[in-house]
């Protein structure tokens, strides 16, 4: 089966401490033969600097700026906002601090052939 993807991570500029963005993108570009990843700035201060600095407007990397700074729930929805809007089948929300091994979407795809299992029918209701 062949799945697609939407792969969506948020970041915030942690300066004077380090940060890890451009390693993850740097990672993700190593195992995925066409990147597509949508990065959500959470409201660094200086958002085209922090972007310039992680090599994160790139081939592949869109980069979402937020006129003030976000709660991390603010963030993270935006994040799922944008994963949901993009039609994809699949959506891999990723940390900003992480290293992923070859070949990760192919690794994802047949870790969910083995365990995945179909949407039950019909709403769950919570009462």
């Known amino acids: ?54 090599a994160i407007w790139s081939n592949g990397v869109t980069f979402h700026t937020s006129l003030r700074r976000l709660t991390r729930n603010e963030a993270g929805c935006r994040c799922l906002e944008i994963g949901v809007a993009s039609g994809a089948d699949w959506m891999l929300f990723l940390e900003d601090d992480i290293q992923v091994c070859a070949d990760f979407l192919g690794s994802v795809d047949r870790w969910l052939d083995d365990h995945a299992q179909p949407p039950a029918a019909g709403p769950t209701l919570y009462t």
């Open 1 to 54: 089966m062949q799945r697609t993807w939407s792969v969506v991570l948020n970041t915030l500029d942690r300066a004077p401490g380090p940060n890890y963005l451009g390693q993850t993108l740097a990672s993700l570009r190593r195992s995925i033969e066409h990147l597509d990843v949508q990065v959500v700035d959470g409201g660094s201060p200086d958002p085209a600097g922090f972007a310039r600095r992680e």
